[in-house]
């Protein structure tokens, strides 16, 4: 892996910056009646919007986005409105993801340094929730420790891959739609899985998360994307056929989120000269799974998280199936 340490840099980064988000921004709750709508807004700006900077991304690669995005986060310590609040933690937390999502995917021909970046977040934003609700988030460090990172994201070195120079730019249409659709569903079975221990397990419940995109992103490089694609979603799937117990669970939760780096990797295949946009246009899915969940919508039955599951492994063979499958 070329550019190792940069990833170290950017994984490390991307735990920093959801904690320093979720920190800033729920420890303020309670103090508006509008705090669903705070949080759809902050949502649409750290996710939606990634598809729209996607494309400014692309088109100035050279401007400091991440670090940039870090200092907006930073910013989170200062006395603003709430709705200015969400708007800067959650442009900046995109302008993060885009700043090393779209130089790493560009330099890393394989899915395991995707994997390896987008595991940590979900760990961040965890601890990051906690922290808030134990109301012991230590600001003054925490904003130092962000403005550090600033200046080291600045410096990051990539190294380019040899890559054979593009003959054509076309994408597969049907296959960008259905892998937005499996990052859908995933989303929505990420928040809603019946799982009737999950709140004495959120800490084992996060790492089995965050486990299971990394290893996706290595077992990609290892066995192939669609190969490993089809086994941890069919495994995935008997495991939550049988996860009263914890163990079967957490098994299920690992496998089902190894396809996080899959999907990132193929969108790229479809963009091969667009990264940014197809970083965004993800994470636009994300957030559009997230919106029921934050209406409300979290009573899902075991049955019906293993229609999700069986949904999603069909959705995605249909997503190798049209795709472009190049390198």
């Known amino acids: 892996m070329k550019n190792g340490k940069a990833l170290i840099v950017g994984a490390i980064g991307h735990f920093l910056v959801d904690f320093a988000c979720a920190a800033f921004l729920l420890r303020h709750n309670g103090e508006t009646i509008w705090w669903t709508e705070l949080l759809i807004l902050y949502n649409f700006c750290a996710f939606a919007l990634q598809m729209p900077m996607g494309i400014l991304v692309d088109r100035w690669p050279a401007f400091p986005w991440a670090a940039c995005g870090v200092l907006l986060c930073a910013a989170g310590v200062l006395p603003l409105p709430l709705a200015a609040l969400g708007l800067i933690l959650g442009l900046g937390n995109a302008a993060y993801h885009l ?30 929730t906690l922290a808030a609700r134990l109301d012991s988030v230590m600001v003054l460090p925490l904003t130092l420790f962000l403005i550090l990172l600033a200046l080291v994201v600045n410096r990051l070195p990539w190294k380019p891959q040899e890559r054979q120079e593009e003959v054509h730019s076309s994408f597969s249409l049907i296959s960008s739609v259905c892998l937005f659709l499996v990052v859908i569903l995933r989303s929505f079975a990420g928040f809603t899985w019946p799982l009737p221990w999950k709140v004495q397990a959120l800490i084992p419940l996060t790492l089995a998360a965050a486990g299971g995109k990394a290893a996706g992103g290595i077992a990609a490089d290892l066995w192939g994307l669609e190969k490993t694609a089809r086994v941890s979603l069919g495994l995935s799937f008997f495991c939550f056929w049988i996860s009263n117990g914890m163990i079967t669970g957490l098994a299920g939760v690992f496998l089902f989120n190894m396809t996080m780096p899959l999907c990132l990797k193929q969108m790229h295949r479809q963009f091969p000269q667009h990264a940014g946009f197809a970083f965004g246009f993800l994470t636009f899915a994300l957030f559009l799974g997230f919106v029921p969940v934050i209406l409300g919508i979290t009573a899902v039955t075991k049955v019906q998280t293993l229609i999700l599951i069986a949904l999603s492994w069909l959705v995605l063979c249909l997503a190798f199936r049209w795709g472009h499958n190049h390198a």
Request: charged fraction near 10%; aromatic fraction near 4%; hydrophobic fraction near 50%.
């Open 99 to 128: 700043g090393i999502g779209k130089p790493l995917m560009d330099a890393e021909p394989g899915s395991a340094a995707l994997g390896i970046f987008v595991a940590p977040g979900a760990l961040g934003i965890t601890l990051g």
